[in-house]
């Protein structure tokens, strides 16, 4: 029986190439889950299922921070030190999409080149083919399919901007907020939301004479973790200094994390987390297949364009022309 167009064969093949770590058809495996062609949507729906039982092992770490945090110079410090602790690293880093080709503009690779280079990571730049936040809509995915590669720590890096922070928070487990002292105020570079998220917050770049710095910034930031609520009731989210370049403070950001992960584990709270992750990114794909479905019906085409006419000339307001574009969900066939 054929699945989509590939064999059952052809499918067990990529099961049994991504559970051995073949790094090739790791790589073919996450074009397919990325490609919004049918027939590769088809087949990577069963990869996926077929390997579920090998996922879920992984520590999934989260990383935003505003631009010049230094994020690509954090994430390749702190997996070339995971690594030589005997770690496999994947690092999913979502480039901001070219508005006039789609395609990823940052080229992750070219700024970890230590990282890109070590047998025991994998690094994945992917388009975020603008979609909300800058978020790669296949993100979810992809770390499923790396943690069934073998990779133990997966980290999503965000374009740190929109919503983005949102919605890689929604998909980890640790979620660190990297900032700098020294360009301003502070607090004014980072949303109450953003702080809300945060699993802990690393001030980087504190080597130097910005040391100083990071530590009155820090203070700063314990102080606003005081009026917000954090994540979770059993965790206090932590600020410390660290430095990416002179790899200060990376280990004790290590034991934070290992820390976290098992006073969670041991509460049920991170089974309880990732559960209500999956029925989170269920139903968003079940309204964003609904979307999809909804506009490319013929009559909802014609009718939208009609009512965006309307309402555009300020003929039609905006409540009665969605109700109409609504009343076609009736005489849409099931």
Not at 158 to 180: H, K, N, P, W, Y
Not at 215 to 233: D, M, S, V
Not at 250 to 261: A, N, S
Request: charged share 25%; net charge neutral.
């Amino acid at each position: 029986m054929k699945t989509s167009w590939l064999t059952d064969k052809e499918i067990q093949g990529y099961i049994e190439g991504i559970t051995s770590g073949d790094r090739r058809v790791l790589a073919k495996a996450i074009t397919l889950v990325e490609s919004i062609l049918p027939a590769h949507q088809e087949a990577a729906r069963k990869i996926l299922d077929r390997i579920l039982p090998y996922t879920g092992k992984a520590v999934r770490l989260g990383i935003t921070g505003l631009p010049g945090a230094g994020k690509s110079t954090f994430i390749e410090s702190f997996g070339k030190m995971l690594t030589a602790q005997g770690h496999r690293v994947a690092v999913l880093a979502v480039d901001p999409s070219s508005p006039k080709t789609g395609g990823s503009i940052m080229a992750d690779k070219t700024r970890m080149e230590k990282l890109a280079t070590d047998p025991n990571a994998f690094i994945r730049p992917s388009a975020s083919g603008g979609t909300l936040g800058g978020v790669a809509r296949k993100t979810r995915e992809t770390m499923l399919v790396c943690e069934a590669a073998g990779f133990d720590w997966v980290m999503v890096e965000t374009v740190g901007v929109g919503q983005s922070e949102v919605t890689v928070a929604s998909m980890v487990d640790f979620f660190l907020v990297l900032m700098i002292a020294g360009a301003g105020d502070e607090l004014q570079g980072i949303k109450k939301g953003v702080l809300e998220l945060a699993d802990a917050i690393a001030i980087n770049k504190a080597d130097g004479d910005n040391v100083q710095r990071a530590q009155a910034a820090r203070q700063q930031y314990e102080i606003a973790f005081h009026l917000i609520n954090p994540p979770t009731r059993i965790w206090t989210p932590p600020v410390i200094t660290c430095s990416a370049l002179t790899g200060s403070g990376l280990q004790k950001i290590l034991d934070l994390i290992l820390k976290h992960r098992q006073i969670m584990t041991e509460s049920g709270e991170l089974e309880k987390k990732r559960r209500n992750q999956n029925l989170e990114w269920f139903w968003s794909l079940v309204r964003e297949g609904l979307e999809l479905w909804f506009f490319q019906d013929s009559l909802v085409k014609k009718a939208v364009s009609r009512m965006l006419e309307e309402v555009e000339k300020g003929a039609r307001s905006p409540t009665s022309a969605a109700e109409e574009i609504l009343t076609h969900l009736k005489e849409i066939p099931s």
